[in-house]
Nanobody, 130 residues
C-alpha cells in the first residue's frame, strides 16, 4: 500500500519555525519529483516548493523564498519542509506530493502543476498567529 504520512504541523507565533515531515511507504522516493502544496480556507491549493526530477533543483513560490527549505532523505524515504520566519499568511493545510516515476518535466513546472504528482499526503495544519 502506497502512503505518504505527514507530521510536524502545529501552531506557532509569527517569526517561529516548523519542520514538516512526509514519510513514504510502499514505494521508494529515489529521484522522483517531490513537492509541497498548501491550501488556506477559501483559497485554492498553491505550490509552495518542489524538487524537480529533471534537474534535481529546488524551486519555491515567491512568497516563501528565503524562508522555506525543501529536502529529501532517501535513506529514510522521507520528504521535509523546513519553514522559518513564519508569517500569518503561511497559515494553511500543507500537503506533500510525490510522482511515481521521474517524468523529467521542466523544473518549476512541478510547482505549478499538481497534476504531475501521483501520491499525496493527508495534509497537516500549520497555524501562525500571535
Amino acid at each position: 500500500q502506497v502512503q505518504l504520512v505527514e507530521s510536524g504541523g502545529g501552531s506557532v507565533q509569527p517569526g517561529g519555525s516548523l519542520r514538516l515531515s512526509c514519510a513514504a511507504s510502499g514505494f521508494a522516493l529515489d529521484y522522483n519529483a517531490i513537492g509541497w502544496f498548501r491550501q488556506a480556507p477559501g483559497k485554492e491549493r498553491e505550490g509552495v516548493s518542489c524538487i524537480s526530477s529533471s534537474d534535481g533543483r529546488k524551486y519555491y513560490a515567491d512568497s516563501v523564498k528565503g524562508r522555506f527549505t525543501i529536502s529529501r532523505d532517501n535513506a529514510k524515504n522521507t520528504v521535509y519542509l523546513q519553514m522559518n520566519s513564519l508569517k500569518p499568511e503561511d497559515t494553511a493545510v500543507y500537503y506533500c506530493a510525490v510522482e511515481s516515476r521521474p517524468r523529467y518535466y521542466s523544473g518549476s513546472y512541478y510547482l505549478a502543476n499538481p497534476n504531475l504528482y501521483d501520491y499525496w499526503g493527508q495534509g497537516t495544519q500549520v497555524t501562525v498567529s500571535s
